[in-house]
């Protein structure tokens, strides 16, 4: 069974950029297509984008193009969320998951979270 950590969330001023990391353990990660999901109070819980086992393939929800990037590192096991050109609406508890299938938007395995609060 795969574990995931986030990290890399915290405090940023609007404009500004933040990566986040979704690191796995237990298992070979590129066995996994993996999402980031985001949740900010009040609402629920919102595919942010996904990419497949190598990486080849992303999904990304359509008002996040152009400002949002996924990938993922094989050999570090390791995805990341690029996010750029930050708005106060961005901010939200970001979530990494984890699933044997692609492309899919319900995924069996979840991280725990990381913070990601937006100053005006």
């Known amino acids: 069974q795969v574990q995931l950590v986030e990290s890399g969330g915290g405090l940023v001023q609007a404009g500004g950029s933040l990566r986040l990391s979704c690191a796995a353990s237990?298992?070979?990660?590129?066995?996994?297509?993996v999402g980031w999901f985001r949740q900010a109070p009040g609402k629920d819980r919102d595919f942010v984008a996904s990419i497949s086992y190598s990486g080849a393939s992303t999904k990304y929800a359509d008002s996040l193009k152009g400002r949002f990037t996924i990938s993922r590192d094989i050999m570090k096991n390791k995805v990341y969320l690029q996010m750029n050109s930050l708005k106060p609406e961005d901010a939200a508890v970001y979530y990494c998951?984890?699933?044997?299938?692609?492309?899919?938007?319900?995924?069996?395995?979840w991280g725990r979270g990381t913070q990601v609060t937006v100053s005006s």
């Open positions: 237990g298992t070979t990660f590129s066995d996994y297509t």
């Open positions: 998951a984890a699933d044997t299938s692609w492309p899919t938007y319900r995924f069996a395995y």
